[in-house]
């Protein structure tokens, strides 16, 4: 039996890294946030500075080690081998839940989901060992946990989301005010006494109060304590100099210098309070076991009050793992996509809403409107007026995509960010309390983005749904990892030899399933065939442009309408379903094109404005081809689904009939536009009565059927659905050619 706690450590330690990897995946962004939205610095050099800030940081997590071996449970409250499946149970459910959210793209809490891990497990084998006992009730409980510091631990936590939305807030409007959106000139005024406060701010909270949780603080601690003030004066005089130094030799501004050093602090925050989730439980399981083996004590005997004691740090093992991180942070590729989350969330200009406005969202959006007009109508209008100068931003003309490239704030935004989240948590990592590092940036980053009026009218229950949606991620973190712990380590504790191996296994199975489903969304993604939005200023450009959408909408409508009929002739209900998504996914992609319509019509010439006309019917057409398609897909799949009668031979027999003149046609098409022969488009025309003789015969013989044989009502509604469609989807069709058509000849 003693070969079951070896394995297991081994096992942790394996856990350890793939805890660090999936982790920092989602946690990145959090650091990465402000320099990559910003772009103020290349990404190479954010992620060099990135890199410097986690090795450093790797020091300061000593201190807050002690939260995963005493800070949720009464280690002497239990035996040698109910904390080794505790913190088996933690790690594997840490892991999973944390991919989960990866893959997702979502932003969570890797500090709330250790926590809940270690205080679900921990009930739960509470619980199994009240249970056998004679003498204990259920009133018991709290000599196992430690309430009273789960307690401030869980307030930390969802304090934070209040305390960073206010203070990002607050000091994100009174930076704007002073800046204005046109900070080129004011920064020449009071860029270097910003950049000097907030370098001060950065680096005495991060390198000086951030010394109180390594063990390397006793040597400094007689010439920091009482000193504070002059050293922050003595700081802030250093970086005025050094900034002002800076301005006159480059000619840039010092924010460059805020956002590098910034990243590098808030990077070096992250590792010193988010290590000890990844590789704390792992090193107490280490101590355990050495203090087990050194005993000689049986391992259900053997009392735990040895994780009580202090532990000296591991430096080793601390630069170890933050090496790994430092790998995951260059390599990993889910860290983009939680990225992408944040950052569109908190961009200032248009973008692609991510997320689908809900009845909270409306609400809250609609009550702050309301306070705010209720604030303009009290305030005098001076003050409104300055106000408003302050926050007016320049109007520059851009397509939605090309607002999507550039930065989604500036660089007083960034800053402020930074040096925001970079205070709260310095100070949280100092009083040894795991604040959660993504629960601060995040709410920060909100806070100044709501300051900064980036949840304009146009986007704002958007936004908020967002935030609203993360933040409802975060609960479901800590109700999941509670729930999964607790189950996790009920299973391994009723048989940890065969249990174990298998919880393992099925981790290794549902992260490699995971991977494979985030590579595959993204090779979709990237697929040459997306439709893109017309950014062209003359008919003659949106005519060439257009063509790329059109042979793309061509070869994904012909898969789609075969797909639909030989699903359903096979009763392939697999296939089916995989052909409803692709039918929604282009859809959305036309109606995303018809949303950009705006930004299309305001981008063209003076002389070319009938251009919008055009594009406007191209796009009308478009979408007539999608509904087609997404309802004869729909009834297929309803069909099959819902285990109705087979199509006769005979109906299928029309339908391939069909398919097979409908591949031709969308191949011809295809062609026309990928070479751009729009003198073809004629030719293709004139096949229209042909292709629509061919339906009708079929819809003919289908009433013939109908009268004289056909006994099933639902094949026969069906049938006539499948052709009705195959109909609109011909004319709408044609009517696309005929417009570029006439389009085209019109020019030449």
């Not at 100044?448 to 009218?457: K, L, M, P, V």
């Not at 010439?605 to 729909?634: C, P, R, V, W």
């Not at 009668?645 to 031709?664: N, P």
Request: glycine share 6%.
């Amino acid at each position: 039996m003693e070969n079951i706690y070896l394995f297991m450590i081994i096992a942790l330690a394996i856990l350890a890294i793939a805890d660090l990897i999936v982790g920092v995946s989602n946690d990145a962004i959090n650091f990465l946030n402000s320099a990559v939205g910003s772009k103020a610095i290349s990404l190479r050099t954010i992620m060099i500075f990135a890199s410097l800030g986690i090795f450093a940081g790797a020091v300061y997590s000593s201190g807050l080690m002690e939260v995963a071996r005493k800070g949720i449970f009464i280690p002497a409250m239990f035996n040698f081998d109910e904390i080794m499946y505790i913190f088996m149970a933690v790690m594997i459910t840490d892991i999973l839940l944390l991919d989960f959210f990866n893959t997702l793209g979502l932003p969570t809490s890797t500090t709330v989901s250790i926590v809940f891990n270690l205080l679900g497990a921990a009930v739960v084998m509470s619980l199994i060992k009240i249970g056998v006992s004679e003498t204990q009730t259920f009133a018991d409980l709290g000599e196992y946990i430690n309430t009273k510091k789960a307690g401030q631990i869980i307030k930390g936590i969802f304090m934070s989301v209040f305390i960073a939305f206010t203070v990002g807030a607050i000091v994100q409007w009174i930076s704007r005010l002073l800046f204005t959106f046109q900070i080129e000139r004011r920064v020449k005024s009071f860029g270097a006494v910003f950049g000097a406060v907030a370098l001060t701010a950065i680096t005495y909270f991060i390198f000086l109060k951030g010394l109180k949780g390594t063990p390397y603080y006793k040597a400094l601690k007689g010439s920091i304590e009482g000193n504070e003030l002059y050293i922050i004066l003595m700081s802030f005089v250093a970086w005025l100099i050094f900034s002002y130094v800076f301005q006159a030799i480059t000619k840039k501004t010092v924010l460059l210098v805020v956002i590098g050093v910034g990243t590098f602090g808030l990077a070096l925050a992250f590792a010193g309070n988010d290590l000890v989730n990844f590789i704390g439980v792992p090193m107490a399981a280490y101590h355990s076991y050495e203090a087990w083996i050194a005993s000689g004590v049986d391992a259900s005997s053997f009392s735990m009050e040895v994780l009580d004691k202090k532990v000296p740090a591991e430096p080793f093992l601390l630069f170890i793992s933050g090496g790994i991180m430092v790998l995951t942070l260059w390599f990993s590729k889910k860290a983009k996509t939680v990225a992408e989350t944040e950052i569109s969330l908190s961009r200032q200009s248009e973008t692609h809403e991510k997320f689908e406005p809900n009845l909270l969202s409306r609400v809250i959006v609609k009550g702050t409107s309301q306070l705010s007009d209720f604030f303009d109508r009290i305030l005098p209008d001076s003050i409104k007026g300055k106000i408003e100068k302050s926050f007016k931003t320049p109007e520059i003309q851009l397509t939605k995509d090309q607002s999507i490239e550039a930065p989604a704030f500036d660089l007083i935004r960034a800053s402020v960010n930074l040096m925001v989240a970079g205070i709260l948590i310095a100070i949280a990592t100092t009083m040894k309390l795991p604040l959660s590092t993504t629960y601060v940036t995040f709410m920060v980053a909100m806070g100044t983005s709501f300051a900064d009026r980036a949840w304009g009218r146009e986007s704002a229950v958007y936004r908020v749904s967002g935030v609203l949606n993360v933040i409802g991620g975060w609960f479901g973190t800590a109700l999941g990892a509670f729930i999964a712990s607790g189950v996790v380590v009920f299973l391994i504790n009723w048989n940890p030899a065969v249990i174990t191996p298998i919880l393992l296994l099925l981790t290794v199975i549902l992260l490699y399933r995971n991977y494979l489903t985030h590579k595959n969304g993204d090779s979709n993604t990237t697929s040459l065939d997306t439709l893109k939005s017309s950014e062209s200023s003359s008919i003659q450009g949106v005519i060439n442009e257009s063509a790329q959408n059109i042979s793309a909408v061509m070869k994904r409508g012909k898969n789609i309408y075969a797909n639909a009929i030989n699903g359903l002739a096979l009763e392939d209900l697999g296939v089916l379903k995989k052909n409803k998504k692709q039918i929604v996914k282009l859809s959305g992609e036309v109606d995303e094109l018809r949303d950009n319509i705006f930004y299309f019509i305001k981008n063209l010439d003076d002389s070319s404005i009938h251009a919008s006309n055009f594009y406007i019917n191209i796009l009308g057409y478009l979408h007539d081809m999608s509904q087609s398609l997404e309802y004869t897909t729909k009834v297929c799949y309803k069909h099959v689904n819902n285990n109705h009668k087979k199509l006769k031979f005979s109906q299928y027999k029309e339908l391939k009939e069909i398919d097979t003149r409908f591949e031709v046609f969308f191949d011809n098409i295809q062609t026309a536009f990928d070479t751009k022969s729009f003198d073809q488009i004629g030719a293709i025309i004139s096949t229209k009565q042909e292709i629509t003789d061919l339906v009708l015969d079929k819809i003919q013989k289908q009433v013939e059927r109908t009268r004289k044989e056909e006994s099933s009502p639902k094949n026969t509604t069906l049938y006539f659905n499948i052709l009705v469609e195959t109909r609109d989807l011909l004319n709408a069709t044609m009517s696309l050619l005929e417009e570029y058509y006439n389009a085209h000849d019109n020019i030449v």
